[in-house]
């Protein structure tokens, strides 16, 4: 029985984990969040294939950028600092891919016509610039975390965006939809303690989840003002991991466990946004805000779910993991950007800069093992953008930003032990305008 419990508690240690879908916190690009990801009004091309994909069809983009953030976290118990506690926040090392385009630009699909002109495809997706994919449970992680502050390192997400646009003289109308991808990995665990073999085999395949994320905007555009209105709306994921443990000993089943746990809740949000600003021939200045409503009380599960246990005695000895009390929050953000056109020959210089806050959603920290806290983010970007050679058409943009999360302190007082930081974030963007 010792052993029996010891391989069955590895077994689900070894599957647990809670993830966030990367994008609600790095935004979908670095032109993004050099200002602040305020993207339901002001997002263009394929960055809006996340953030509104009715705009997808605002800009034809091709894109590649980099994501890098360290978490720099403060613990501390009984009052002593705990220098070799490990990264609650794991480093996040992505990258981005996109790519937004019309339809009729797909010439070896379809024919050209106005239509097909007013209606866009958007592609976006985040790679683990580590090498995996998928990684189950958090081996580097020695304080546990929360559904939205886990390891992003090793998730796979996509997004898939169509968009249209309705133009009325000096007024566009755009509708859009689109879908997010997780990727998750079903873990199955089988055991053999049976003199003449002892063996531990842990086998598992990927499936993809997938969520819908939908939008609107309206675009007011003169010759020296322009003005958007935007809302979107996402559907939740929650995965959950079926989990297999067959223990046998001496060619008789000793224990079959079939159980699930919560791996990765994107919530569902609400929220609208505008943005405007002026231009001319030489200048552009826009400015935005959104307003969001993270639905983080539809999380009612507990995190462990048995659903079939032989013998039934095990039960009793079974680990079990139940979500703390979470509550819906309000995500605010706002942002300004600058475009400032042949400032040096025929480049031009982008700057932006923005602001974001994202209260915890969790009500009580106290006598949880779980990691948050409200995050301030301050962010900003500078770049340039020039024509492209003569092979590529259009315009090229490159974009350095980042960006510096702060943790408020977090007490926990029946530990003595308080967790607070700061999350630098450094990106940078090659785009392709056509």
């Known amino acids: 029985m010792r052993s029996i419990k010891i391989v069955l508690i590895l077994s689900l240690a070894f599957a647990y984990g809670t993830y966030a879908d990367p994008f609600d916190f790095y935004c979908s690009g670095p032109l993004a969040r050099s200002i602040g990801c305020t993207g339901i009004a002001l997002s263009e091309g394929y960055e809006s294939t996340y953030l509104n994909p009715a705009l997808i069809s605002s800009k034809n983009k091709l894109g590649i950028g980099y994501i890098f953030a360290s978490q720099n976290v403060d613990v501390s118990l009984q009052n002593q600092k705990l220098e070799k506690i490990g990264n609650p926040l794991e480093n996040v090392s992505l990258l981005h891919l996109g790519a937004s385009l019309r339809l009729s630009d797909l010439s070896f699909i379809f024919e050209k016509s106005n239509v097909l002109d007013n209606i866009s495809l958007g592609v976006s997706a985040a790679l683990p610039a580590t090498g995996r994919a998928v990684r189950v449970g958090t081996s580097d992680t020695k304080i546990p975390s929360t559904p939205m502050y886990g390891n992003r390192n090793t998730r796979l997400s996509t997004y898939i965006g169509l968009s249209g646009r309705i133009p009325l003289d000096n007024i566009r109308i755009y ?65 959950e991991i079926p989990t297999e443990v067959n223990v046998n000993i001496a060619g008789e089943t000793a224990l079959k466990l079939v159980a699930s746990l ?123 953008r020039f024509k492209s050679p003569g092979i590529v058409k259009g315009e090229i943009e490159f974009i350095l930003s980042g960006g510096i999360q702060m943790l408020s302190k977090k007490e926990f007082s029946d530990t003595q032990t308080s967790i607070e930081g700061t999350l630098p974030i450094i990106s940078g963007t090659l785009n392709v305008l056509f």
């Open 175 to 239: 509708i859009g939809g689109g879908v997010h991808a997780l990727a998750r990995l079903n873990i199955f665990v089988d055991a053999n303690l049976s003199p003449d073999r002892d063996l531990l085999g842990i086998d598992g395949f990927l499936k993809l989840l997938n969520g819908f994320l939908g939008g609107v905007a309206f675009e007011l555009d003169q010759e020296t003002f322009f003005l958007r209105f935007g809302a979107v709306i996402r559907t939740p994921v929650q995965t």
């Open 262 to 384: 919560i791996e990765h809740y994107t919530p569902t949000y609400f929220g609208g946004g505008i943005g405007g600003g002026i231009k001319s021939s030489s200048l552009k200045i826009s400015v935005g805000a959104d307003i969001l409503q993270y639905k983080f009380t539809d999380l009612k599960l507990p995190l462990l779910k048995i659903q079939e246990v032989s013998p039934e005695e095990i039960r009793g000895i079974l680990p079990s993991h139940s979500t703390p009390e979470f509550q819906d929050v309000i995500v605010i953000k706002g942002g300004l950007s600058t475009d400032i056109y042949d400032i040096i020959g025929e480049a031009d210089i982008l700057a932006g800069a923005g602001v974001s806050l994202f209260p915890s959603p969790l009500k009580s920290q106290n006598g949880t093992l779980f990691v948050d806290s409200d995050r301030l983010t301050i962010s900003g970007g500078l770049g340039t």
